[in-house]
């Protein structure tokens, strides 16, 4: 082993004590060019204005030495909230934005940079470890000497037209370039920017999200140069792409630690940022034909099932969220949080979900990590001191739609314990074969916790808990592999141990940010960044009636977004919080038969979507995808998030806007057949293909793996 010391340079800096990161500083002298060897075929290069890190795979990482590339703050966030949106402000102490670099050393295991950051009142000495893991991997650290400073900054050199994707679910933006993102796991709000609900909504509730509001977010991104970064922190977080060559990123935390990847394509990125934080597991057979989500009691349901399969649709699960009851509020009819089967609405419930399972279908409920302010089980938890507390250390009372309730604290073992044992006896005992495992986003960031961890630092991992708590019960029970719960909200590492995501609360619309076209955007952005799994509601969820614009499912957006969600891995229904104002499944003769069709469609993609999740269960690699995946190289494919490939051999061209009996499109490089005409179409260029009602704009590779069986079940639906 060898070491090399190099003294780079100490620099003066003009303090700034704005919310800038950094300060503008005058450099005082530069040193010679200067090369480092560390770790197996890893160098650094410090040249003239920059510091290069890199492999034989490429550059890793390029640090500025014109101006600071790290720097740190002590501060304190003023929340607030409601229904679990955020609204924050950081109001920043002191900082420390002036950088020396004061040594490089070197040896056969990693690289250390250290030195100061100084600024009025705030000093610290810093410490920077490169450790490559192989010439594809590299793992990072950053800490600093002052454990009071709670706000950490790094800027990276990019390239101008260097694009980048993922950050989790982005339901708005696919490329990310230019953009300004946060990380928290929140509710997505009303609208997200489209109008007039979302401006409505802030005026109301401050309810109304934004562009970058989501229930899934991860400190995850890979560039078009093919390299990747991944954070380990957990904090609240800022990334900014605004700025054409460089990017900085904010943790509202005390250091930063992660793994920066640099391989051969997106695909490669994935495979190796899922390797580490975990993949979904295969799907039981019976989730792989049509889940009719709807409610009522024993008799409704009953009749549904009966009328859609006489029309035909393969139906493989009922799912029922009001298996636990009923209450009105002022957002609609709204589930009892209770977690005990409602023997009013269904009168002997195991053996309701007993003869159903005998005619092949499975029954799935719902359930959430909160208790609603009265029944045995809420009574049972506040006794127990099982509730987050809040700093009064009072059960912290959380407003919801319609009702208060009361959060599960999961750092308490005694609660998991008891939550679990609820989920085997109440839920699995009843004869459930999943659930919606609903929530995780909305944990107080000023919450008291029995481990006396900073709600700050774990709010983003409670979802993440909340499925591993579900995962747990359910491998205790016996039951892996043949039971299936779904979540919305997440961060890193949810996929390790959630079974399947969906997309959360859309509008019943077709609204860029907040309807049906935000669903294919969060399905994109979301399997680059290793929810590989995942769905959404056919035809949204959030219905309002308003005296400027209601917002009802119309029969035309519903039977759009089931042409759609045919090719997604689960084809699922939901009611919506509003339901008798919702056209669904079931409101006519047509629409049923319709639906059947789709259901039939989707269910002859059966081999096919089993093939894709066990891809994704071994690889990470999403079922559903867009197109930069696998042609990257493709300029075009860069800004696409209006289309997507269902696998690699077939091509999807939706119908996103009202009205609509044609679309345009972009196929990329090969030959694509047009299913319904057999025209055969060259790829790089933009086609134009009618589109009518059940007769979606499905193009098949040519000479791919699985085109022919493709071809030879999707052709039966030919009008």
């Not at 966030?77 to 002036?98: L, P």
Request: glycine share 8%.
């Amino acid at each position: 082993m060898f070491l090399r010391s190099f003294s780079i340079f100490t620099v003066l800096v003009c303090f700034s004590f704005c919310n800038r990161p950094f300060a503008n500083y005058n450099r005082l002298s530069l040193p010679k060019e200067k090369q480092f060897f560390f770790g197996k075929g890893f160098q650094a290069l410090q040249k003239e204005d920059r510091l290069e890190i890199l492999s034989s795979q490429g550059i890793f990482l390029e640090l500025s030495l014109r101006s600071p590339f790290l720097s740190a703050a002590k501060g304190e966030q003023k929340v607030k909230s409601k229904f679990a949106s955020f609204h924050i402000q950081d109001r920043i102490e002191s900082r420390c934005d002036s950088q020396s670099i004061d040594g490089i050393l070197s040896s056969e295991k990693e690289l250390n940079i250290s030195g100061t950051l100084e600024g009025e009142n705030c000093k610290s000495d810093y410490k920077i470890s490169l450790i490559p893991l192989d010439e594809t991997a590299m793992e990072f650290k950053i800490v600093f000497s002052d454990s009071s400073l709670n706000r950490s900054y790094f800027r990276i050199l990019s390239e101008e037209n260097e694009n980048v994707f993922g950050l989790g679910e982005q339901f708005s933006h696919f490329n990310l370039k230019g953009k300004t993102p946060f990380l928290l796991t929140e509710e997505q709000g009303l609208g997200r920017g489209d109008q007039p609900i979302t401006a409505g909504a802030n005026m109301t509730a401050g309810a109304g999200g934004n562009e970058y509001s989501t229930y899934t977010p991860i400190p995850f991104f890979l560039t078009s140069q093919n390299r990747s970064l991944y954070f380990e922190n957990t904090s609240y977080s800022r990334f900014d792409f605004s700025k054409p060559v460089e990017i900085t990123i904010e943790f509202r935390e005390n250091g930063l630690r992660g793994t920066i990847w640099k391989d051969s394509s997106p695909s490669e990125l994935v495979r190796k940022f899922t390797q580490k934080t975990g993949r979904a597991p295969v799907l039981p057979d019976w989730a792989y034909g049509t889940w009719l989500g709807v409610q009522g009691g024993k008799d409704v349901v009953l009749k549904h099932i009966e009328n859609s399969k006489k029309a035909g649709n393969p139906i493989t699960a009922l799912w029922i969220q009001d298996w636990v009851g009923r209450r009105k509020t002022s957002f609609g009819s709204q589930l009892w949080w209770r977690w005990i089967a409602d023997e009013k609405s269904y009168p002997e419930f195991k053996k309701f979900c007993s003869d159903l399972n005998a005619q092949g279908i499975s029954v799935l409920g719902y359930l959430n990590p909160f208790l609603a302010n009265e029944g045995p089980l809420f009574e049972e938890a506040v006794k127990k001191n099982y509730l987050v507390k809040d700093k009064n250390g009072k059960d912290y009372e959380i407003a919801t739609a319609g009702f208060p309730a009361y959060l599960l604290d999961l750092t308490n073992p005694e609660a998991v314990k008891w939550i679990q044992k609820i989920i085997q006896n109440n839920l699995i005992g009843a004869g459930l074969s999943g659930w919606m495992a609903d929530f995780g986003e909305w944990l107080p960031l000023d919450a008291v916790l029995h481990s006396g961890a900073n709600a700050e630092l774990y709010h983003n991992v409670y979802p993440v808990e909340w499925a591993r708590i579900n995962r747990e019960a359910i491998r205790q029970a016996g039951k892996e592999g043949k039971i299936v719960f779904f979540t919305r909200a997440g961060y890193s590492e949810s996929m390790k141990h959630s079974t399947l995501f969906w997309e959360g609360d859309q509008m019943v619309s077709w609204g860029e940010h907040d309807g049906l076209t935000s669903a294919l955007t969060g399905l994109l952005s979301g399997g680059l960044s290793g929810i590989s799994l995942n769905h959404s509601d056919i035809g949204g969820y959030t219905t309002i009636n308003n005296p400027i614009r209601d917002y009802h499912r119309s029969k035309e957006l519903f039977l759009r977004w089931a042409e759609l969600n045919v090719f997604s891995p689960v084809f699922r229904t939901h009611e919506g919080n509003r339901p008798e104002k919702n056209h669904q499944a079931f409101s006519d003769e047509e629409t049923i038969r319709e639906f059947a069709r789709y259901g039939k469609m989707h269910f002859a993609l059966k081999e096919y979507l089993q093939a894709l999740v066990k891809e994704a269960s071994l690889t990470g690699i999403p079922v559903v995808r867009p197109l930069y995946l696998h042609y990257s190289n493709d300029l075009r494919t860069h800004g696409i998030k209006t289309e997507f490939l269902l696998g690699e051999d077939l091509l999807v061209l939706p119908v996103l806007q009202k009205g609509q009996t044609s679309v345009q499109g972009y196929l990329p490089e090969g030959e694509w057949e047009h299913l319904w005409s057999g025209k055969i179409y060259a790829g790089k260029r933009e086609v134009e293909v009618e589109s009518p009602l059940g007769s979606p704009a499905i193009f098949l590779k040519k000479n791919g793996t699985w085109t022919s069986k493709l071809k030879n079940v999707l052709s039966a639906f030919k009008r």
